[in-house]
């Protein structure tokens, strides 16, 4: 007998006693917590995000969905970056003026030819304002978990505001949990007993996000199209 199968055993035996028309798990817990904190617009909401994930250390960048590939190919070009990791289904518009070598999102790539390269560019699947995580779920543009975990320069792009929810629970919503989810909440670092931060243990020593689009003010005029980032720069 696998181990396996003892744990399904078990768990068979703890529930026999269980009336098949029990009420479902999905709605034997009341779940009446808060959906999000405050009540917010799409613009604030977005900089709540773009203030956490300066928080984290990660650097915010903003721009017009046409001025991606200027952004990106500047980005890169500062970071010195010869290589990038290009993940199935992200827009070859992205990279339309780059300069470095693009390398695909192979499954035979091994850790060190990842590590070789400089830089990674991915979408996401969803960003989450109020604790300023990324979160990608393998999906198109996006690529394997290891891809953004192991080259030290991650670029990714968000865009505004159709992407960005307030809280976790309204994340969890969009996402499936058959996906394989990577939660990223700033670069890799952890402290030592001592409280020194290290950073890039084990991701990217350096995270920046790209907020792509134009979002809707208060009074409806919106942020104009390419206006800089003031957060993390």
């Not at 084990?202 to 134009?214: I, K, N, Q, S, W």
Request: proline fraction near 9%.
């Amino acid at each position: 007998m696998s181990d396996r199968e003892r744990v399904l055993g078990r768990v068979r035996r703890a529930l026999a006693d269980v009336p098949e028309d029990d009420t479902p798990y999905d709605r034997a817990i009341p779940r009446s917590y808060a959906r999000e904190h405050g009540v917010r617009s799409a613009e604030e909401t977005v900089e709540l995000l773009a203030e956490n994930l300066a928080d984290y250390r990660a650097v915010v960048h903003r721009c017009a969905e046409a001025e991606l590939p200027v952004l990106i190919a500047r980005l890169l070009a500062a970071r010195g970056a010869k290589s990038v990791l290009v993940p199935d289904g992200l827009p070859s518009a992205w990279l339309a003026n780059a300069d470095p070598v693009p390398v695909p999102d192979r499954a035979e790539s091994t850790p060190y030819e990842l590590d070789a390269v400089d830089s990674v560019v991915t979408g996401c699947a969803v960003a989450v304002a109020e604790t300023g995580t990324l979160v990608l779920d393998g999906g198109p543009g996006q690529g394997r978990r290891r891809i953004t975990l192991v080259p030290d320069h991650h670029i990714c792009v968000v865009r505004v505001p159709e992407q960005v929810v307030a809280s976790v629970p309204q994340a969890l919503e969009r996402l499936s949990p058959t996906r394989p989810l990577t939660w990223i909440s700033g670069p890799s670092a952890t402290s030592d007993i001592e409280l020194n931060r290290v950073e890039g243990v084990h991701g990217p020593r350096t995270l920046e996000v790209v907020f792509a689009g134009v979002i809707p003010s208060v009074g409806g005029a919106g942020r104009p199209e390419g206006t800089p980032a003031s957060v993390g720069e």
